[in-house]
């Protein structure tokens, strides 16, 4: 281990390096879909990322002689630490070649940067952004992720497992649904639906994109109550949410970001957008001039997936009938729009409501991510390692 070298991130060279590093690692994967090469190099920078409004973060990149072989992300989230009472490391932007030392190299430097600052626990992997492309892939390798999806090679599940990490709480699962309006399930769903509109006043309506703050507004207070029950759920920042739906604000088809009210009350959120991945696994993050062409001519098609990332519903509206409305009319809307199948990602195992629901709908698994915590032994860390 000794040939390995870490390095933190200073110069603008380095960031290039680290940046640019996933593409020495998926290379050959034909299902990678390369990320938005600016996007990322925005997040990083504490100028301009919205993660540092909240936060520190640090980024290394771990060497072999002249050539690069990993990077990671050491970070602490000080608001919700303070808000939950705990003292993570986060880590993310995490890729290595395949090569166990390398990986034991990276997470060492992490536990280092984590000793410094207090922080008892490694908490990963998160890019920096709770909501996308994190954990580690541990089933689901016949097609590319969808939108807000992440992909990791086989080995890191080993990598990760073998330092020591355990599974910080239930695995975050991708469902499929086939977009088929006469399967049984489908059928069943909207007679229920029909029975349902019949018997109640609830209003499903799409997003109204001329008031976005007012949405935004409606969001925030829908995703903090109607998650709060989750293990491990951490608060959304208002700024952090802004800046999330921001990049869709102009892509979005408000005929498929359904609301749900009751009595004048909003009590329900389901979006779809579509799987902008199709396009983007063809587009190498735009990294050059060129690469924008080849988004342009393959995002004239019509995408085969429809992305939906999140299903709300406030907790005393559970048992009403709402989510039964907002699947109905969300999956007629995309049967007219030409879409084929919709995903529905990601939802935790531990969520005691949201996977019940989606295989009721007829929903299957077709993907399942990983996310791991390791608690930093309080001395002599360095001699404990594996």
């Not at 008892?120 to 492309?133: A, I, K, M, R, V």
């Not at 408000?254 to 579509?274: D, K, N, S, Y």
């Not at 995002?299 to 907790?315: E, M, Y």
Request: charged share 25%; hydrophobic share 40%.
């Amino acid at each position: 281990m000794n040939d390995i070298r870490i390095q933190p991130v200073k110069t603008a060279r380095q960031r290039r390096i680290f940046l640019s590093f996933p593409w020495r690692i998926y290379k050959d994967d034909p299902l990678w879909v390369p990320p938005l090469y600016r996007e990322r190099a925005r997040a990083i920078n504490p100028q301009r990322g919205v993660f540092f409004q909240r936060g520190e973060a640090e980024f290394f990149i771990a060497w072999r002689g002249n050539q690069p072989v990993g990077t990671i992300c050491a970070a602490e989230d000080r608001i919700t630490n303070q808000q939950r009472g705990l003292s993570d490391c986060m880590f993310g932007y995490f890729e290595c070649i395949d090569d166990y030392e390398v990986a034991q190299s990276l997470w060492k430097q992490a536990i280092r940067w984590a000793k410094m600052r207090n922080l008892n626990t490694l908490y990963g992997p998160f890019n920096l952004d709770y909501e996308d492309s994190y954990g580690i892939l541990i089933e689901g390798r016949d097609r590319p992720p969808t939108l807000l999806c992440g992909h990791t090679p086989p080995y890191y599940q080993d990598f990760v497992e073998r330092f020591g990490f355990q599974p910080a709480r239930g695995d975050n699962l991708a469902f499929e649904i086939d977009l088929d309006l006469n399967t049984p399930a489908s059928q069943r769903l909207m007679r229920l639906a029909d029975r349902l509109r019949q018997r109640t006043d609830f209003k499903i309506r799409s997003a109204d994109l001329a008031h976005w703050d007012d949405e935004i507004e409606r969001i925030y207070i829908l995703l903090n109550q109607a998650l709060a029950h989750l293990p491990d759920f951490i608060p959304w920042q208002k700024s952090a949410l802004e800046a999330s739906l921001s990049v869709f604000r102009s892509l979005a088809d408000p005929e498929l970001v359904l609301f749900a009210e009751a009595g004048g009350r909003t009590v329900g959120w389901f979006p779809g957008i579509a799987d902008l991945n199709e396009a983007l696994i063809h587009a190498n993050g735009l990294r050059c001039p060129w690469d924008y062409l080849k988004l342009w001519w393959h995002a004239r098609r019509q995408p085969a997936c429809l992305a939906i990332k999140s299903v709300l519903v406030l907790p005393e509206y559970w048992d009403s009938g709402i989510s039964v409305l907002l699947f109905d009319e969300m999956l007629r809307r995309a049967v007219v729009k030409g879409y084929q199948w919709v995903d529905l990602s990601l939802t935790s195992d531990d969520n005691p409501r949201t996977p019940i629901l989606a295989r009721h709908y007829g929903a299957r698994v077709y993907k399942r991510y990983r996310v791991y915590r390791y608690p930093i032994p309080e001395n002599n860390y360095e001699q404990s390692l594996p």
